[in-house]
């Protein structure tokens, strides 16, 4: 009897220990699996945002620089650059060749003499917003980033840098990875700030211009579209 009572105790622990080895195995193998499936769903949410947000920001690249065509410098204030758009107009001129007499060359040698010259002629005006944004009116919300559940805006910045004592105009709009990327793992987002490739957008940010060099850039790859 004893035996036997014996036995059934082994048979129960050693159910009991194949159980909990079961657990362990199962446990382990999710592990694994969410190894490689977090940091895939990731990437498939940060390209999607990323997408949306390198939008706003060849926009508002767009409305820099028309601001800086017209005015000769760059805005820092959303207000006012949405209210430039909203009133300003391009000029549109057209170059031709001409000859004309050179009379400083008549009056210091008496002799007739021409030069080429170039005039411009203005044909016209068009609005800023249309040949920006057409019938769209993207451009009064274009500095919200435009991701679901994030209430924020890109920071911008404009002013100028001195060049071989020039002062050349600079701009740069940017948000960080972490604010559109806000409701993802916080170990992958760390990840991504230290980024460094040529098929990703590198840093702790995504951002068109510099405030420390000439250059209108985006700062993101080709397969977001062109960043210059």
């Known amino acids: 009897m004893r035996g ?11 159910l009991v220990i194949q159980l909990v080895l079961w657990i362990v195995i199962v446990f382990l193998g999710y592990l694994v699996f969410n190894s490689i499936y977090e940091p895939i769903q990731f990437n498939k949410v940060k390209e999607k945002r990323y997408a949306k947000v390198i939008e706003n920001l060849k926009d508002i690249r767009d409305a820099e620089l028309a601001h800086r065509t017209i005015t000769g410098r760059f805005e820092g204030n959303w207000d006012s650059l949405v209210a430039f758009i909203d009133t300003a107009q391009f000029t549109l001129t057209q170059r031709r060749d001409s000859t004309v007499l050179d009379e400083e060359y008549v009056k210091t040698y008496g002799v ?6 170039v005039i411009t ?27 679901k559940g994030v209430n924020a805006k890109f920071e911008l910045d404009a002013g100028t840098i001195d060049k071989n004592g020039t002062q050349i105009p600079v701009f740069e709009a ?19 700030n230290e980024m460094v490739s040529v098929d990703n957008v590198n ?7 510099s405030m420390e060099e000439v250059n209108t850039s985006g700062n993101w790859p080709l397969k977001y579209g062109d960043a210059e």
């Open 121 to 147: 002629d203005t044909l016209g005006y068009r609005s800023v917003k249309d040949s920006l944004f057409k019938n769209s009116n993207r451009y009064k919300t274009m500095m919200n980033v435009p991701i």
């Open 4 to 14: 036997t009572l014996n036995k059934l105790k082994l048979q129960r622990m050693k």
């Open 203 to 209: 840093g702790a940010f995504i951002s068109v211009g």
């Open 112 to 117: 007739d003499k021409y030069k080429e010259i």
């Open 174 to 192: 940017k948000v960080a990875k972490a604010v559109v990327l806000n409701d993802q793992d916080r170990d992958l987002i760390l990840q991504e």
